[in-house]
């Protein structure tokens, strides 16, 4: 099977998958926005920002380290699984004895138990088999397909019985650690690789993720600091709210299109060998990400009121013009991280780690002078903010690669013209007098099909005679089996 037939299967598995996921995922904040409060939402996000900071301390990047690597050793798996969870379980000690000096910083008492229930769930997962590694590095997501359906069913209804029983932030730290529980025990029953302590490529990987370590450091920095500023100046219960919205907002980031383009990084570092392969499958990829992304983007801006309404329900509703700046940042969040992974595939870590202390640090002045008179200015200097470093690292990766933009802007006319026809229609459209569920299926179906299908005539067209065309038509053609 080629590398193009192996991207195209595991991201219809990981679409599978995701679909599932997000569905249960969806279900359960419609049920847990209407059983909890701000607050609890709030406690949620100080848990996750800590949680992340302090996982970032002992990141090893082998996840990367792996698909990375040209010839793959036992010793390279093994090396992987032992650093990852001496690290993971050295970092959740220490979150457990510095949880009421966090619970003190954030002025969140309740912080304290919280923070150090959900650290255990870091070396829970830290001792999964790193096989699971290995299959991803050969493109094979369908153990993790089977897996993560019985991980995600499981975690949501324990969250689900918790919450209808003690409404609270309890129910999603639980099904966190069931969560870890659950993906950590099956994936001895889907891979046989069975790992053994081991630190002999200690060197080689820690060469490889240094980097990536002071690059998570600073990109979580650069991720959170609007969170960081929301809590200091507006209190547990606006980051609640902020907090929850912007996670809405990246719903199919999360959910569908980011774990979709998974393989594509496979794929890109099985080229770098080869210039003109490795400038075509990033452009492809590229052109790719941003066909599916320009319509969803626009559904969001065009209707956040109505999302939110569906969504989370009427009591979240003073929130909801949040997630139009944050539009922006869903459409900049998935084409950052492919254009970033592009760059890593490259073995070009320490460039990106540059790039991130510079734009970080003008994030945070830019956020800082400009954006502490509200909650809706902060969600908009951040959208903004968030274009402006991915353009730059776009422009970055085209200077490494010469993937050429041009060509890239050209594959991305069918979806711009098809996005635009599609908003003109529905937007003709008067269903005000509508239930709202019956104004979100009707608006939200039209806008896709109509998106999708003048998509597809327009590219017909103008992209015909090109080389990606004609392997998108190519892997069509194989998949029904022409």
Known sequence: MSISQKVIKSAGFLFGLQVIHRGLGIISTLILARLLTPDHFGIVALVTIALQFFELLVETGNRQYIVQKSVLEDEDLDTAWTLDFLSKSLIATLIICTSSFVADWFDEPELTLALAVAALALPIRALKTPGMLRLARQINYKPLFKLSLWQKGISFLTVITIAFIHPSYWAIIAGNLVAAVIFTVGSYKVDTYRPSWSLKKLREQWVFSQWLLLRGIVGFTRSQIDNLMVSRLFGTAQLGGYNLIREVSL??????????????????????????????????????????????????????????????????????????????????????????DAIIAQGKVKLLFWFDVISTAL?????????????????????????????????????????????????????????????????????SGRHFLVQFF?????????????????????????EEWGQLRYLANKALGK
């Open 442 to 466: 009707v608006l939200g179906t039209l806008h896709v099909i109509t998106a999708a299908l003048s998509t597809g005539v327009i590219g017909l067209f103008l992209l015909k005679g090109t």
């Open 251 to 340: 719903l199919p980031a999360l959910s569908a299109i980011i774990p979709m383009s998974e393989p594509l990084l496979a794929a890109i570092a099985d080229s770098k060998a080869d210039k003109d392969a490795l400038a075509y499958r990033i452009r492809l990829s590229l052109a790719l990400m941003i066909t599916v992304l320009t319509p969803v983007t626009a559904f969001i801006m065009l209707y956040p009121d109505l999302i939110i309404r569906v969504l989370l329900g009427p009591d979240w509703s003073e929130y909801s013009p949040l997630l139009k700046p944050f539009g922006l940042f869903f459409f900049t969040f998935c084409l950052f991280a492919l254009v970033s």
């Open 363 to 431: 994030i945070i002045a830019v956020l800082w002078l400009t954006a502490t008179g509200g909650l809706e200015i902060m969600a908009w200097v951040r959208g903004w903010l968030s274009v402006a470093t991915t353009v730059a690292l776009l422009l970055i990766l085209q200077q490494q690669t010469r993937f050429s933009l041009i060509k890239l802007l050209f594959l991305c006319i069918p979806t711009l013209a098809g996005t635009s026809l599609a908003v003109a229609v529905v937007q003709s459209l008067d269903l």
